[in-house]
């Protein structure tokens, strides 16, 4: 049974820092593609950060790049995202998602609302 199960959101004040985890289970985790994404109410579901499967490539939005950071670890079947100097605008639905060729599978999500 496939499951990507997201963790560590929470409520934080803007300027402050989260680390998101992705723990992953039913599927080689290594070989896949590991994306986060975010969906803020009313809005479209967006890219925020994804690295290759072996870590050697990463990708961010523009805006999140030098605040964010996606890592993974094989070893323990997760990725991370670390994240600093939050904004207001940060605050969404985190979700993790995974691809290998046409197999993709998607988590249940993580709250992050930055507000003071």
């Known amino acids: 049974q496939v499951q990507l199960v997201e963790s560590g959101g929470g409520l934080v004040q803007p300027g402050g820092s989260l680390r998101l985890s992705c723990a992953a289970s039913g599927f080689t985790f290594s070989m896949y593609a590991m994306t986060w994404y975010r969906q803020a109410p009313g809005k479209e579901r967006e890219l925020v950060a994804s690295i290759s499967n072996d870590g050697g490539s990463t990708n961010y939005a523009d805006s999140v790049k030098g605040r964010f950071t996606i890592s993974r670890d094989n070893a323990k079947n997760t990725v991370y995202l670390q994240m600093n100097s939050l904004k207001p605008e940060d605050t969404a639905v985190y979700y993790c998602?995974?691809?290998?060729?046409?197999?993709?599978?998607w988590g249940q999500g993580t709250q992050v609302t930055v507000s003071s």
């Open positions: 998602n995974a691809v290998w060729w046409k197999n993709k599978y």
